[in-house]
T-cell receptor, first 113, second 113 residues
Framework: TQLLEQSPQFLSIQEGENLTVYCNSS?????LQWYRQEPGEGPVLLVT?????EVKKLKRLTFQFGDARKDSSLHITAAQPGDTGLYLC?????????????FGEGTQLTVNP | GAGVSQSPRYKVTKRGQDVALRCDPI?????LYWYRQALGQGPEFLTY????????KSGLPNDRFSAERPEGSISTLTIQRTEQRDSAMYRC???????????FGPGTRLTVL
């Protein structure tokens, strides 16, 4: 059973398009993080959201944490080829110590020039 | 400063052999985590330490897997009597304190023939 469901699994778009990646669960998370991973490297943290309803912006990336802290979304505006990579959401379950991260299966994004 | 390092980067072994994977965390980081990651998917939690104490080993698949961090710094993940299904990327991460941002290493690609 996958605690965190990410969709879509694969996304191929043209440069300049917008996209949204979703991360959903039936469990409540004390915090949720988004990572980006490039081939051959480890995941790199993009953002952490901790408050229900929170919205964070990082240049062309907008992250939102659901009001109930069970879901999150990542929106990229005017995607560029450099945005290509595996995007992972990861959450710390509220009922655990908060250290163990549960990852989604990832969204493989390809932005074509 | 230096990031998380892991060695070896690649390990090919025959079924039934034991392997030891090493993780050198960022200097001074209290918490150290081990994950296993299949190609194109998110990391799966295995175990984590605070200092030398193993806080959670519930993600270890079976008793062939063990980990230690005897001096609260370098950690070793040992897999005994390896099986083909153990083939995966094994990633280590460290954080300054429990529940802080985790920084991932480059991983060890294990292939069991």
């Amino acid at each position: 059973t996958q605690l965190l469901e990410q969709s879509p699994q694969f996304l191929s778009i043209q440069e300049g398009e917008n996209l949204t990646v979703y991360c959903n669960s039936s469990s409540v998370f004390s915090s949720l993080q988004w990572y980006r991973q490039e081939p051959g490297e480890g995941p790199v943290l993009l953002v952490t959201v901790v408050t229900g309803g929170e919205v964070k912006k990082l240049k062309r990336l907008t992250f939102q944490f659901g009001d109930a802290r069970k879901d999150s979304s990542l929106h990229i505006t005017a995607a560029q080829p450099g945005d290509t990579g595996l995007y992972l959401c990861a959450g710390a379950l509220e009922r655990t110590s908060g250290s163990r991260l549960t990852f989604g299966e990832g969204t493989q994004l390809t932005v074509n020039p | 400063g230096a990031g998380v390092s892991q060695s070896p980067r690649y390990k090919v072994t025959k079924r039934g052999q034991d392997v030891a994977l090493r993780c050198d965390p960022i200097s001074g980081h209290v918490s150290l985590y081990w994950y296993r990651q299949a190609l194109g998917q998110g990391p799966e939690f295995l175990t984590y330490f605070n200092y030398e104490a193993q806080q959670d080993k519930s993600g270890l698949p079976n008793d062939r897997f063990s980990a230690e961090r005897p001096e609260g710094s370098i950690s070793t993940l040992t897999i005994q009597r390896t099986e083909q299904r153990d083939s995966a990327m094994y990633r280590c991460a460290s954080s300054a304190r429990t529940a802080d941002t985790q920084y991932f290493g480059p991983g060890t690609r294990l292939t069991v023939l």
